[in-house]
């Protein structure tokens, strides 16, 4: 059982245009459906948990993730990546934490028969027993739970893992930060990663800017969709970046003041776009997924001053506002 995703991951790998990782991807999810059919797991689970710092995804939902087929793509090949850079001395495993796995673990399990258990250490964290319960079967069921160090089902925010980590694996985001907990895992466990250690995803970043939200392109996230991208231009402007130097016990932002335009007749919403540098040039652009989806925070006829403030709170939970500057 061990190659039963060989085929396909070798396509993943070397896929150059969006068609051909969405249809590797669709089979990656074809061999996930057969496991969960052979070890008669519960994939009915519905009810999410709320943490401080966002919403913890149901299994199913966490599952029906693997679907939003560029965004799986894209983080796959950069943990192969990860795999293939770290170098340990004296025979040491590399240490990988993957936060946040859902029943899947959708990052890491398709890529195994690559490698040798002798290579890596892994420990798989997520909040929901069903989920850890999933993710064992299936290693078990393929063979590979010699790479696997520990299943814990925790809060991820809590966590200590004892050893320095050399690869951190979390994609716990919706758009625009909002929701999930990325922000608060990413804060938490990054004090946890080696000097030159890995965050997956590498860096994530926020722009503004005023538009007519119902017109434009957003993902669906179904593995038949080849999304439209959108490029961002010299109009948008960056609000801020997290990567794996977030510091401070609360992430919030607040940005510089913002005008509002005389006429905004084609313009009157005020939204956030998000880009994912996964590695180098390995990107998420806006509505190429459903975590780079636009968000709209509001409308631009609602605001009664000249100009306003946008601000971005992490906890208790993730959202966005507007700050008037009357």
């Known amino acids: 059982m061990k190659t039963t995703f060989s085929p396909c991951i070798n396509r993943l790998l070397h896929s150059k245009t969006p068609s051909e990782e969405v249809a590797s991807v669709k089979e990656v999810g074809q061999i996930y459906s057969q496991l969960l059919n052979q ?10 948990t709320t943490i401080a710092g966002g919403v913890a995804l149901s299994p199913q939902h966490a599952m029906d993730c693997l679907h939003d087929s560029i965004r799986t793509a894209r983080l796959l090949k950069r943990v192969f990546k990860a795999l293939k850079s770290v170098k340990k001395n004296n025979g040491a495993k590399i ?12 990052l890491i399990m398709p890529l195994l028969h690559l490698f040798s258990s002798k290579e890596m250490s892994i420990t798989l964290l997520d909040i929901h027993s069903e989920s850890i319960n999933s993710v064992r079967n299936i290693a078990y069921k393929l063979q590979y739970q010699d790479f696997f160090k520990d299943f814990i089902v925790c809060d991820a925010t809590q966590y200590s893992h004892g050893n320095p980590i050399d690869i951190l694996i979390t994609e716990t985001m919706d758009k625009a930060l909002t929701k999930e907990p990325q922000v608060t895992i990413t804060k938490h466990l ?29 993902a669906i996230g179904k593995d038949s969709e080849i999304p439209i991208r959108l490029n961002l231009t010299k109009e948008e402007t960056e609000l801020f970046s997290i990567d794996k130097n977030i510091n401070g016990e609360n992430f919030n932002y607040q940005s510089d003041v913002i005008q509002v335009p005389e006429n905004f007749r084609n313009t009157p919403d005020i939204c956030i776009y998000t880009t994912i540098k996964v590695f180098d040039d390995v990107i998420l652009y806006p509505c190429e997924s459903l975590i780079t989806n636009p968000y709209c925070i509001h409308n631009l006829h609602s605001i009664e001053d000249d100009s306003y403030k946008l601000v971005y709170a992490s906890y208790p939970q993730p959202s966005w506002s507007v700050k008037e500057t009357i």
Request: net charge positive.
């Open 39 to 48: 070890i008669s797991l519960d994939k009915n689970s519905i009810d999410q």
């Open 95 to 106: 240490e990988i934490l993957y936060a946040g796995c859902g029943p899947l673990a959708t």
């Open 190 to 218: 990054s004090s946890q990663i080696r000097k030159d250690g890995i965050l997956i995803p590498e860096k994530i970043t926020l722009y503004h800017n005023h538009t007519f939200f119902a017109k434009l392109p957003k």
